[in-house]
């Protein structure tokens, strides 16, 4: 990472205090969905730190983390080949990094 950087990006905090980190930046600092994030509060503000990936491989949970949203409480649940198909395109969207 490098310091002494500054740049200004303007986002907006959504109801549930939540705010999007922009892609450059993701990309710039490595940040991945599902990945830590530290948050620093000081005298000037608040710091977002990208906490160290760790070297263990991700659980298949946390890879398919989100994927079967669309069955959430109140709606049907899946059926193998919902699963196999999510699976199979969350594959080629890369997750298996």
Do not use: C
């Amino acid at each position: 990472m490098e310091t002494g950087t500054k740049e200004s990006i303007k986002m907006k905090v959504f109801p549930k205090g939540q705010v999007v980190i922009p892609i450059s930046l993701r990309k710039k600092y490595q940040i991945e969905i599902g990945d830590q994030i530290d948050v620093v509060s000081d005298s000037h503000g608040i710091l977002l730190k990208p906490l160290p990936k760790e070297t263990n491989q991700r659980s298949l949970t946390d890879r398919l983390f989100g994927i079967f949203s669309d069955y959430a409480s109140g709606k049907t649940k899946p059926s193998k080949a919902d699963i196999e198909k999510a699976t199979k395109t969350g594959f080629i969207e890369g997750w298996h990094k």
